[in-house]
């Protein structure tokens, strides 16, 4: 069974300041990618990451999988309240393209 | 373009009732997918659809859940009978394809509690 585990699992600063969140894994994923979770909806794809070593920038958000394609990053830069929410990596498997989530990390901006 | 639809949006029903929660995907999407994600945790993969064959359900409790999309478009979720530990939301996601590239939406989920 392949795992992700996300850290830190909760995460509390103030608006402005950066921070950074991790997936890793003892797997090899095809493929890996970032979601963001509000309360009630449903999760929103952010990136996806295919080649190891691969860096993606999505405005403030820096997304990194690492060379051996096992674990994977997001930095956000001078977060804002909007961030807040629940990040989940997800890594993607298999010949249906299985995505396997982690548990994620909840991100609150305080204003 | 409209979003992946899902009801109900909440449900209570007490242990060994039964429940049925109801998907209809984004128009086009051949393949469908069904989650359980309980608090706390992300999103566990129960079943997945291509059209109207199962292409994996090997995380789906068979004794008690079943699912079905026999006309290759909305998708029914039945849980008979309810145990407490099914309390969770239960997501609704579609594709174009089960391939690298192709996104998977969800819809905003049915949150069950099981009393």
């Known amino acids: 069974t392949q795992l992700l585990e996300q850290s830190p699992q909760f995460l509390s600063i103030q608006e402005g300041e950066n921070l950074t969140v991790y997936c890793n894994s003892s797997s090899v994923f095809s493929s890996l990618q970032w979601y963001r979770q509000e309360p009630g909806e449903g999760p929103v794809l952010l990136v996806t990451?295919?080649?190891?070593?691969e860096v993606k920038k999505l405005k403030r958000l820096t997304f990194q999988f690492g060379d051996a394609r096992k674990d994977s990053s997001l930095h956000i830069t001078a977060a804002q309240p909007g961030d807040t929410g629940l990040y989940l990596c997800a890594g993607a498997g298999g010949s249906n393209y299985k995505l396997t989530f982690g548990k994620g990390t909840l991100l609150t901006v305080n204003p | 373009e409209a979003g992946v639809a899902q009801s109900p949006r909440y449900k209570i029903i007490e242990k060994r009732q039964s429940v049925a929660f109801w998907c209809n995907p984004i128009?086009?999407?051949?393949?469908l997918y069904w989650y359980q994600q309980i608090l706390g945790q992300g999103p566990k993969l129960l079943i997945q659809?291509?059209?109207?064959?199962?292409?994996?359900d090997s995380q789906l409790p068979k004794d008690r859940f079943s699912a079905e999309r026999l006309k290759g478009v909305d998708s029914t979720l039945k849980i008979q009978p309810a145990k407490l530990e099914d309390s969770a939301v239960y997501l609704c996601?579609?594709?174009?394809?089960?391939?690298?590239?192709?996104?998977?939406?969800f819809g905003p989920g049915t949150r069950l509690t099981v009393t």
């Open positions: 996601a579609s594709s174009f394809f089960a391939h690298s590239g192709y996104e998977q939406y």
């Open positions: 990451v295919v080649t190891g070593g």
């Open positions: 659809f291509q059209n109207n064959g199962v292409v994996d």
């Open positions: 128009s086009g999407h051949a393949t």
